[in-house]
Nanobody, 115 residues
Framework: QVQVVESGGGLVQPGGSLRLSCTAS????????MGWYRQAPGKQRDLVAR???????NYAGSVKGRFTISGDYAKNTVYLQMNSLIPEDTAVYYC?????????WGQGTQVTVSS
C-alpha cells in the first residue's frame, strides 16, 4: 500500500515563506508524477504544481514566480517552496503521487496566510 505523508504547513504572515515536504513509500514502481493540489473552504481542489516525466514541471498561473516544486527521487520526496505568500494562498495543501496508473493522496496540511 502506497503511503503519502506531508509536512511543513502552518501559519505565516503575508509576504512570508513556507516549505512543504511530501514523502511517498510502499510502491514497487517508480512514481510517474508527484505534485500538490490545494483546496480553500468552499472551493474545489485545484492543481498548484506538479513534477512529472523526469523533470517536467507545471504550475498554476496564480503561483508562477512565487512557488517552486522540486523532487528528490532517491528519497521519493517532493518539495514545494512557497515564497511571497498572500492570503489567497490559504488552503489545505494535498500531495499526490501517481504510481502504476493509480493516484494516491496525502492527508493534507493546512497553510494559513494571515497577519
Amino acid at each position: 500500500q502506497v503511503q503519502v505523508v506531508e509536512s511543513g504547513g502552518g501559519l505565516v504572515q503575508p509576504g512570508g515563506s513556507l516549505r512543504l515536504s511530501c514523502t511517498a513509500s510502499g510502491s514497487r514502481f517508480s512514481f510517474a508524477a508527484m505534485g500538490w493540489y490545494r483546496q480553500a473552504p468552499g472551493k474545489q481542489r485545484d492543481l498548484v504544481a506538479r513534477i512529472f516525466g523526469g523533470d517536467s514541471r507545471n504550475y498554476a498561473g496564480s503561483v508562477k514566480g512565487r512557488f517552486t516544486i522540486s523532487g528528490d527521487y532517491a528519497k521519493n520526496t517532493v518539495y514545494l517552496q512557497m515564497n511571497s505568500l498572500i492570503p489567497e494562498d490559504t488552503a489545505v495543501y494535498y500531495c499526490y503521487v501517481v504510481s502504476a496508473g493509480t493516484t494516491y493522496w496525502g492527508q493534507g496540511t493546512q497553510v494559513t496566510v494571515s497577519s
